[in-house]
């Protein structure tokens, strides 16, 4: 049985939903909803009605989790308060937005990456909603950030968790060179400081708009994705949106079920000035 802080983890509920748990082979919803390699990873919020479970039931749920799980879901960084006025006008953010592939050695510094992630999926309202619109406010997109040389930060994938402002180490390490060898082999990815990898829980919007949940879930990575370039413009970052990559080799590298399908890959630096 789960001892009582790893069930308040495992079973934290939040609105009409439950958090889902993994082991190393199977993701659980909600008691008898089992998902092989689906939607959730430790800590994931999934769309499941709490309202079929009996009390009883929920406190009586005894599952095994991974050691790699619940340390990790103890791994959460905090990161700086977000910056909502940093003198560059939106204006010059537009006309200055560029694709660049060149990074430099420098560093980036943990605030930076955290600006940049509030930019993508920050949360900017008491009821959620995000600064990426999206449709019925469901929230499909999830972020992860493989760090390999961020200031006070080791070396790791590491997941966004929006309503924290934190991220939780998901695999130790710095995966750099293997995400840019997902992305065919594109070797100057692998020399950004940090690469953001932008990823979809399709049956969180499709459970409500069928099979127009692709375009709406294309639509906000998109937003998402042109908050990122115009951050970096105030911030001096670079940064370029690649979509050339092997879907099932991105996951193998983010160890994600089927349920997430990657949408995009943006490294992150400081220009080189050559």
């Known amino acids: 049985a789960l001892r009582q802080s790893e069930l308040s983890w495992a079973c934290r509920n939040y609105r009409n939903v439950i958090v889902a748990v993994r082991d190393a082979s199977i993701e659980l919803c909600i008691p008898g909803c089992v998902r092989a390699k689906s939607c959730c990873l430790p800590g994931e919020v ?8 009996r009390p009883s039931l929920l406190l009586g749920l005894s599952i095994s989790i991974g050691s790699a799980a ?55 309202h008491k009821a959620g909603y995000r600064t990426a619109p999206s449709a019925g406010a469901l929230y499909p997109l999830e972020l992860f950030v493989i760090a390999g040389n961020v200031d006070e930060l080791t070396p790791g994938i ?76 105030g911030l001096g970052i670079a940064t370029a949106l690649v979509g050339a990559f092997d879907d099932d080799v991105v996951r193998d590298v983010l160890d994600l079920g089927r349920g997430f399908t990657p949408l995009a890959i943006m490294p992150l630096g400081h220009v080189r000035r050559d």
Request: charged share 20%; proline share 5%.
């Open 46 to 53: 999934c769309n499941a009605d709490l309202s079929v479970l």
């Open 158 to 233: 590491y997941r966004y968790r929006p309503a924290r402002h934190d991220i939780t180490r998901h695999i130790p390490g710095d995966q750099r060179g293997r995400i840019a060898l997902a992305a065919l082999q594109q070797d100057w990815i692998a020399e950004a400081p940090a690469i953001l990898v932008l990823t979809s829980v399709r049956v969180r919007t499709s459970t409500k708009y069928g099979l127009r949940s692709d375009r709406y879930i294309a639509m906000e990575a998109g937003h998402a994705a042109q908050n990122v370039y115009l951050q970096c413009i």
């Open 70 to 124: 619940v340390e990790n879901a103890e791994q959460a960084v905090p990161l700086p308060t977000p910056v909502f006025d940093g003198g560059v006008s939106i204006e010059h953010a537009l006309a200055a937005r560029r694709t660049i592939r060149r990074f430099s050695g420098t560093p980036l510094r943990l605030a930076e990456l955290g600006q940049l992630l509030w930019a993508a999926q920050g949360v900017t």
